[in-house]
């Protein structure tokens, strides 16, 4: 286990027989919904984003810059399949990672996908609190998340299931979530 999973002890942990893969743009909650969901379900949770840090010893942004998004993407392909080979946990995936056929193929029947959905006013107030994301530092933030809603939203509609995180109100999210798990016998 690597420093950036977190297990969350959890006395009466349910058994998940797939990971639980988190999807969506940048400011969808996926780290956030994603650790909790992990905590309520009692397995490790794991943002790839962190794990592509550690493994590169470098910062998204320093990734992008020195070396450029091609290995960035890389480098993502590369730590999910990892992921999805290892024991059912709950996985944050940045944003552009479900758009690469690899990795919506290594998730298909490994996993189960959940795209994390949220209006363009959620998406920019969210992603306005940080500077740390490189595609949106390259011109103006609520063109750039328009372009890539029109781009990424057909794909992310692939997803096994679609969960609306809006309100801000993480506990009813995961616990709509938990419900959906149920209904598919996936808990
Ligand atoms: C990206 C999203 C980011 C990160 C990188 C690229 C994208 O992750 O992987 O900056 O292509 O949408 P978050 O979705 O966690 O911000």
Redesign the pocket.
């Given at each position: 286990m690597t420093n950036n999973s977190t297990f969350q002890e959890n006395r009466n942990p349910l058994p998940l027989a797939r990971s639980l893969v988190l999807v969506g743009?940048?400011g969808a909650g996926?780290?956030t919904i994603g650790r909790r969901l992990a905590s309520e379900i009692g397995v490790r949770f794991v943002d790839s984003?962190n794990e592509i840090v550690e493994a590169a010893a470098c910062s998204?942004p320093d990734i992008f810059e020195v070396y450029g998004e091609a290995i960035f993407r890389d480098l993502e392909k590369r730590v999910l399949l990892r992921l999805l080979g290892e024991e059912p946990m709950v996985i944050a995936t940045?944003?552009?990672a479900f758009m690469n056929a690899d990795i919506r193929a290594g998730i298909s029947g490994k996993a189960l996908s959940i795209w994390l959905r949220a209006d363009i006013e959620v998406l920019l107030d969210r992603v306005s609190r940080r500077n740390n994301?490189?595609?949106l530092a390259t011109g103006d933030k609520r063109a750039i998340l328009e372009r890539?809603i029109q781009e990424r939203d057909p794909v992310y509609a692939l997803a096994d299931m679609v969960v609306d995180n809006n309100l801000g109100h993480h506990e009813k999210v995961v616990e709509h979530i938990m419900e959906l798990l149920r209904q598919r016998q996936a808990l």
């Open positions: 743009l940048m996926k780290t984003d998204i940045g944003g552009g994301r490189p595609l890539l």
